[in-house]
């Protein structure tokens, strides 16, 4: 099993990686430093982990608000902290985003994939007791009929700009193994949920809108189906390919759990009505059928009994447990939700979508 003494986590201040970071510090068996490298965007937030700020912040802990396509920048990380892992999270992760605006996923996710990958392989040529681990997406493999999973060797077949770019980096990342033998492995992962995602994904966003009396928007028919998986669980599948995994190899990770949206959104109206005490019916009355995601891949499955039978990792989280804490998470946070929401984010919404 590998150790590592530093770990760099780009994209710590967001959603998978904030949770990242707390769980790899409540881990009894990891006792190196990890460096938060991250630009900040509107889905950035350093709330996320101030409590891992004031335990372990400058002895073990450290921000560094670094944009992953400065080159420099990232060269600066390496020399003062002289990592041995990289574990890539930074992204420009919303689809309907890539779809409005796909430039900045372009910029960060497919350049400053490679600036990392180029200052990595600069900083550690030769080294063969480095890691540089790149977080995917089930995304970059399409769309699924209404049989099969994705396995490792479905091939690539991305249809948003986002999956694309997801594709792209993916690429990058075994070009880099395969070239210059950069020691690297890589996971693509199914829809995730739990604390500190951010308002703009399903599960956040019917959530505060049922807190809120607003219109609950299903897509379409709501007859897509994704995989959905607690944060918690595929950060343990990150861990364990990072430490267990075998060099240069792709794993599925995933929560063979498919659910439509529309049965989904019922089962979290039911738990928001029983953890809030509104009424279910009235929350009911909220969904609103909007106009489709254009291009909206219709199902996603994941396949992960690689990672299953190679590394022995395994879901810990039923669905119904999983939610309800998430449920319960939103709504005795109330302060972060007003805080991410009242920047950029809400300009954006505005902009983009109006009052909904
Ligand atoms: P997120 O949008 O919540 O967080 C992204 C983070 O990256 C933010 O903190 C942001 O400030 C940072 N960032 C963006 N551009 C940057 C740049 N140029 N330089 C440095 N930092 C930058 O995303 P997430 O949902 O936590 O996803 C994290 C990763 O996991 C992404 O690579 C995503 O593709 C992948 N992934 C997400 C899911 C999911 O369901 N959320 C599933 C599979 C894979
Ligand atoms: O599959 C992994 C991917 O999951 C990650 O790579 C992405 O970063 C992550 O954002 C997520 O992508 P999706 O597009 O599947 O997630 P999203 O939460 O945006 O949408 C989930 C489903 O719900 C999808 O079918 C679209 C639908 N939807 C979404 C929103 C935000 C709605 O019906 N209404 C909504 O308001």
Redesign the pocket.
Known sequence: MRTFKTVVV??????????LIHYLFERPDFDGRIVN?????????LESLADIQQKHGGSRYFFEK?????RNAVERIFDAYCPDAIC???????VDRSILGPE?FI???VM?TFTLLDVARGAWSGRTDVLFH??????VFGSLGETGCFTELTPYDPRSP?SAS?AS?DHLVQAYHHTYGLPITL???????GP???PE?LIPVMILNMLEGKPLPVYGDGKNIRDW?Y?ED?NSAVWTVMTSGRVGQTYN?GGENEWENIRLLDCLIGLVAEESGKDVSALRSLITYVKDRPGHDRRYAIDCSKLKRELGWKQSLGFDEGLRRTVRWYLDNPAWIARVRSGEYRTWMERNYGSR
């Open positions: 780009t994209g710590g201040a967001g959603f998978i990686g904030s949770n490298l991250d630009a900040l965007t509107y889905a950035g937030n670094v944009d992953i396509c400065d890539h999270l930074a992204a420009e992760s919303h900045a910029r960060t996710n400053g790149h977080v995917s997406t089930d995304e986002y997801k980096s996971s693509n992962c199914s829809n995730n949920y500190y995602q951010f994904k998986l944060v595929h990770i």
